[in-house]
């Protein structure tokens, strides 16, 4: 399962911010890899430089194999936060396509 994190020019990111998130999502999907061929995390600050509630906003897509790509979107006050739900958002919606395959 590859796992790709993008970010806008607002998000200060580095290199140990972005091997914690993989971690984290390769933790969390451990379950569905077998299915996953890659993972997307596009993270952005909504409001840029200013500041705002609600305003980092994570977008994450997963490609199935043999279907079409899940997409889901969360926002939060911290890019953590923001990923954090997504993840739950994106177990959420593979457990319902996959157990749905299952039952067929």
Excluded: W, Y
Excluded at 9 to 33: G, M, P, V
């Amino acid at each position: 399962m590859e796992i790709q994190i993008n970010t806008d020019h607002t998000i200060r990111e580095n290199e140990a911010s972005r091997e914690e998130f993989i971690k984290l999502i390769r933790i969390e999907f451990k379950n569905f890899s077998q299915h996953i061929t890659r993972i997307e995390v596009h993270i952005t600050d909504e409001n840029g430089n200013k500041n705002g509630q609600m305003d980092k906003k994570c977008l994450m897509e997963a490609r199935i194999e043999g279907r079409q790509p899940i997409a889901v979107t969360n926002h939060s006050n911290t890019e953590a936060l923001a990923l954090d739900g997504a993840i739950e958002k994106l177990k959420h919606s593979l457990d319902s396509i996959l157990g749905a395959l299952k039952n067929h």
